[in-house]
């Protein structure tokens, strides 16, 4: 037997001759390609809702559901975070402008204490400190209207 006899030979022995032929059906990822792509999207549901509704913590909403959507607690936990509130509401108020109705009384007609007693009586207020500079500043104007 020559050499390359012996060699095919022993090639079709170790070695199917359909081995190296392509194969004609498809592979899993072929045939769900539609499947695979929807549980994709469910997979990443979350993310999206954030990143659409340009939700303040949307960062962490997606580092959430890659890293921990894979169990159905982190993956829930994810969903819910992201259909939360996007605002936060927070009032911030300026001390300046605040007034109460209690510590600064109405200047009326019917108490008939002269200009100079009711400003008199608001600028012990304001060095009291129960009225700031603005807030003498507005209601002696006010008071000052009786005069004109």
């Keep these: ?17 359909n081995v190296f032929a392509q194969s004609t059906s498809p592979t899993f990822l072929q045939e769900n390609r539609l ?6 999207f469910l997979y990443l549901l979350p993310s999206w809702i954030a990143w659409s509704r340009k939700h303040p913590s949307k960062g962490s909403i997606i580092a959430v559901n890659i890293l ?3 169990s159905v607690a982190g993956w829930i936990w994810a969903l819910i975070w992201s259909l939360g ?11 300046s402008t605040v007034t109460t109705q209690q510590s600064v009384p109405a200047a009326s007609p019917a108490t008939n204490k002269s200009v100079a007693e009711r400003i008199s009586e608001l600028k012990a207020m304001l060095d009291s400190g129960t009225i700031n500079l603005m807030e003498f500043e507005a209601l002696k104007a006010d008071a000052m209207k009786g005069l004109v």
């Excluded at 509130?85 to 001390?95: D, F, L, R, Y």
């Design 1 to 17: 037997m020559s050499m390359r006899r012996l060699f095919a030979f022993t090639a079709s022995i170790v070695m199917p001759s």
């Design 35 to 40: 499947a695979i792509a929807i549980m994709i």
């Design 68 to 70: 921990l959507g894979w």
């Design 85 to 95: 509130t996007t605002k936060h509401n927070i009032a911030v108020v300026s001390p």
